[in-house]
């Protein structure tokens, strides 16, 4: 008796439970990132069961095929209407399937796909004891300069690993700009991030500065995953819920019923302006906007060059699709807190880029204080708060993607026997030497300054439109002085390359294999098709600006 009575004290007689709902998943709608992330899981297996020799063929093909794969989905969805009439909210609630989301998932994995191509390229440094050598570490975990990396060199090892990486970092960023609650947010963050810290400490050469770079972008980015995680806990203490709409519910007063766990914490406005700007601060360190661009040119200076061109561009498409959806979605009702405090950063962005890539002396470095400076570009687009804002934001982003992985791939043509010649002064005098790779690479920087006929006129210009119609007069001014001084840094640089003697025992321009042919190649075909024909890309951004919510 006395055990039965021991025995009931801490068990009850339990009313049988109804069965835990199962969760519906639109395996379909959401194919693009699936596809992406079931092609990296099987390269980590690839790494695992193929022989060392055939393992970077096989990655390369896979790689190839998952992204055209996946763009192709993209393609069958917004065929099937939902960027438009079916939009909609798929994987209860996690994600939303619209235009934009769409059009940015398909810009990162076009922009991607050719961004593999310099990954992939193989005949840039003469071959090391016979065997044909990437711009990767031959062996990652090994000590620079120590025996094992040299015996790794010796043995003629590749790292293949980093096409799985890659293919983690991508399915991330497609997540990221979908993403319709925090929590998803912020794991899409994360999957992207890490690969992108791996991917930025494994160059070939310059081991240590590669290193340095990776651990300066992994100490802020962890910074700025505590900003938005801080954030994501300040919003839930407001609304009582991480989905977006419900916020946006909350934010516009719309919602009466409150959760009586948080009755003293639900609709504090503290909460929604401290926890607002905390996540803004999370996405602004991603997108590269002032202050929080520190990590900017180093990272970009200290990567492997086929990284800072992917990192470069996918990166920026993701963080600005999110960044566009969380103030359009959830704090549309916020927009006179945060708009003057965009246009601050705006301002300082365009201005602080512009200003200070003129003092640059590494072309690297120079690119990535060019890139601060586009970053406040867009920006004046997101401030616009129309329709027009958002499409002009995604042309932007299409165009500048594939100027910049351009960019960075005949960066990695000029050489010496140091690896890559990225100081100007090497530069002196390409356009003798070379005069087709400087006419390319005159062709991005002119992008790059927003001149006519080019993809960054076509862009800025819609930006700008936009941004002044939604009464951002005094930003669109502050813009075009910006470009005026970002122009003569790159027009600097046409001009050494151009009209200066080329130097004795100068850098030599390394003759590709097919790969980078193609990722110039598309680069310079689109920034001219954007430039003078921009039209049906501007009409298929126009039609993709809706969110649904």
């Known amino acids: 008796m006395s055990a039965m009575i021991v025995h009931s004290l801490w068990t009850t007689a339990a009313e049988p439970i109804d069965k835990i709902p199962a969760p519906t998943i639109e395996y379909a709608q959401l194919a693009p990132a699936l ?4 092609a990296a899981v099987v390269g980590v297996l690839v790494e695992a069961f193929v022989p060392r020799r055939a393992r970077y063929y096989a990655q390369v093909f896979l790689t190839v095929v ?16 939902y960027g438009s009439t079916k939009a909609r909210i798929a994987a209860m609630g996690a994600i939303a399937v619209d235009g934009p989301a769409l059009f940015l998932q398909g810009t990162i994995l076009l922009a991607s796909l050719v961004a593999v191509f310099t990954f992939a390229e193989r005949r840039l440094d003469p071959a090391a004891h016979g065997n044909r050598i990437d711009s990767f570490a031959a062996q990652a975990a090994s000590v620079p300069g120590g025996e094992s990396e040299k015996a790794a060199v010796k043995a003629g090892f590749t790292t293949t690993e980093v096409f799985p990486l890659v293919l983690f970092a991508i399915t991330g960023m497609l997540v990221f700009p979908a993403a319709n609650d925090l929590l998803t947010l912020f794991i899409a963050l994360e999957v992207f991030s890490l690969p992108l810290y791996l991917l930025c400490a494994v160059a070939r050469r310059k081991r240590l500065m590669s290193q340095e770079a990776a651990v300066k972008y992994f100490l802020l980015g962890a910074f700025s995953s505590a900003f938005l995680l801080f954030g994501i806990a300040l919003l839930y203490g407001y609304a009582g819920s991480v989905s977006y709409a419900r916020i946006a519910d909350v934010v516009d007063g719309s ?25 803004l601060v999370g996405l602004l360190f991603k997108v590269g906007a002032v202050p929080f661009h520190m ?30 959806r969380l103030l359009y ?73 594939f100027v910049t992985i351009g960019a960075f791939a005949v960066v990695t043509l000029v050489r010496d026997a140091g690896g ?12 003798r030497r070379s005069p087709l790779v400087a006419a390319v690479f005159a062709v991005f920087l002119l992008a790059f300054a927003g001149i006519p006929l080019t993809s960054g006129f076509a862009g800025k210009f819609a930006v700008f439109k936009a ?32 009209f200066s003697e080329p130097k004795e025992g100068g850098p030599t321009v390394a003759v590709p294999s097919p790969l980078t042919m193609t990722t110039i190649g598309v680069g310079v075909a689109v920034t001219l098709v954007l430039g003078v024909a921009p039209q049906y890309f501007l009409n298929l951004a126009s039609q993709a600006s809706v969110f649904v919510r």
Do not use: C
């Open 329 to 401: 979605v959830v704090l549309p009702g916020l927009r006179w807190d945060w708009r003057p405090v965009l246009w601050a950063v705006a301002i300082v962005t365009m201005l602080g880029g512009a200003i200070v890539a003129i003092t640059q002396t590494d072309i690297k470095r120079l690119l990535a204080y060019s890139s601060i400076a586009h970053a406040g570009f867009i920006l004046a687009g997101v401030i616009a708060t129309t329709p027009d804002g958002v499409s002009s934001v995604l042309f932007y982003l299409a165009a500048y993607s």
């Open 255 to 279: 919602v009466r019923t409150i959760d009586p766990a948080l009755a003293d914490t639900m609709g504090n406005d503290a909460l929604l302006l401290i926890g607002g700007a905390m996540i």
């Open 35 to 38: 596809i992406v992330v079931g």
């Open 420 to 431: 890559e010649a990225t100081h100007l002064s090497k530069w002196a005098g390409l356009g």
């Open 467 to 498: 941004a002044a119609e939604g009464g951002a007069g005094a930003l669109v001014v502050v813009g075009v002085i910006s470009s005026a001084i970002a122009a003569f840094f790159y027009i600097r640089v046409i001009v050494l390359m151009f």
């Open 295 to 324: 990590w900017t040119p180093d990272v970009y200076q200290g990567a492997p060059t086929p990284v800072t061109g992917f990192m470069a561009a996918a990166t920026k498409v993701a963080a600005f699709g999110a960044l566009l």
């Open 66 to 81: 998952a992204l055209t794969a996946a763009f192709a989905a993209v393609v069958a969805l917004a065929a099937g209407g």
